[in-house]
């Protein structure tokens, strides 16, 4: 994963229409849609528009309005997708050791079934 922005990750490809999505939610400062190898039932990413890389970016630079929107949009995508009352559980993977592998900021919104622990044990 760089370190810096690539305006050519696929996020930012999808984002301005070269690649194609399932969308599942979109307003003015987010879109989120299927994740293309589901790990659950309900495997949504919930992404910000802006070219922010990870949730460090994300969080010194976003605008007030882009973080309440991408928050409210995790509650929103977990009601359209049927998990809201179920449970689900949101990831955010962010940097090498968090095993981020699309380097612009995505949250994974995951349910269907039940989830079991939070982590496994790393492998050492
Ligand atoms: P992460 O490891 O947190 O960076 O997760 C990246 C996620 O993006 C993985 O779950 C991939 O399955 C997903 N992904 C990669 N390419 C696409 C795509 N074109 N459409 C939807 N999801 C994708």
Redesign the pocket.
Known sequence: MPNSYDPNN?FAR?LRGE?P?KKVYEDAHVLA?E???PLMPVHA?VIPKGAYLDMSDFSARASADEIVALTRAVGEVARLTGVAASGYRVIV?NGADG????SHL?L?VLGGRPIGRMVGAPKQ
Request: glycine fraction near 0%.
């Open positions: 696929i999808i690649l999505c849609f994740d293309i190898r990413l993977n095993h981020q592998e699309v995505h994974h």
